[in-house]
């Protein structure tokens, strides 16, 4: 199994549509979690850590299930430059050796 | 304003040449990292530093070298040993190697190699 796992889509939508990415994560040590958005041939930029209590900025909302070693992010009311991948990023957390294992992303392409 | 840089921005290389890729950050972070990305693949961890003058290697650093000689800069260099070179380089950085884990890291723009 891999360390992190993403549907890799592409998840094709129209504007204003809801829409959600899961990731599972192998590790049940794993402390921290992020979302991260990359454009075509750009850097990766973080969007979001995800807490255990779940969490909220704007349109997006993260969840964390850590029983089910999963999770989520939802986009709300999608617009057109929220296309993009997303990256699920996991803190390894191996000792003192804390590297973040990425996800090889899920396209999203916001559709007029 | 703070961030990261990268240059250059497309470097192309022939092969049996060493390169040297620049990182400069100025956000005051302790950690800095080297990536690369493949297509079709996750990010990959080339080498990492949590402070001036060490550095540990990553899960792929067969070929490369980095140096740390000031906080501010990372440089990583590809030599003839690294058998794909081609790829895109990203650079980034964190708080400090602990709270990469709670604060995620943050990314310069890339570096395009391409080996003729």
């Known amino acids: 199994r891999k360390e992190v796992e993403q549907d890799p889509g592409p998840f094709n939508v129209p504007e204003g549509a809801t829409v959600a990415f899961n990731c599972t994560y192998s590790?049940?040590?794993?402390?921290?979690f992020f979302w991260y958005r990359q454009d075509c041939r750009k850097e990766p930029k973080l969007l979001m850590s995800?807490?255990?209590?779940?969490n909220e900025d704007g349109r997006f909302t993260a969840q964390l299930n850590r029983a089910s070693q999963y999770i989520s992010l939802l986009i709300r009311d999608s617009k057109l430059s929220d296309s993009a991948t997303y990256l699920c990023?996991?803190?390894?957390?191996?000792?003192?050796?804390?590297?973040?294992?990425w996800g090889l992303g899920t396209s999203l392409a916001v559709n007029p | 304003d703070g961030g990261i840089t990268q240059s250059p921005k497309y470097l192309f290389r022939k092969e049996g040449q060493n390169v040297t890729l620049s990182c400069e950050q100025n956000?005051?972070?302790?950690?800095m990292y080297w990536y690369r990305q493949d297509p079709g693949q996750g990010l990959r961890l080339i080498y990492y530093?949590?402070?001036?003058?060490?550095?540990q290697k990553g899960d792929i650093a067969e070929g490369y070298s980095v140096s740390r000689e000031k906080k501010e800069s990372f440089p990583l260099t590809v030599t003839s040993a690294q058998k794909n070179p081609t790829a895109f380089y990203l650079c980034?950085?964190?708080?400090?190697?602990?709270?990469?884990?709670?604060?995620?890291?943050?990314f310069g723009p890339g570096t395009r190699l391409t080996v003729l």
């Open positions: 980034a950085s964190s708080i400090d190697l602990g709270l990469a884990g709670r604060n995620g890291q943050f």
């Open positions: 956000l005051n972070h302790d950690a």
């Open positions: 530093s949590q402070i001036v003058n060490d550095f």
């Open positions: 590790n049940s040590a794993s402390q921290s």
């Open positions: 995800v807490y255990s209590s779940g």
């Open positions: 990023v996991v803190n390894k957390n191996a000792g003192n050796n804390r590297k973040l294992i």
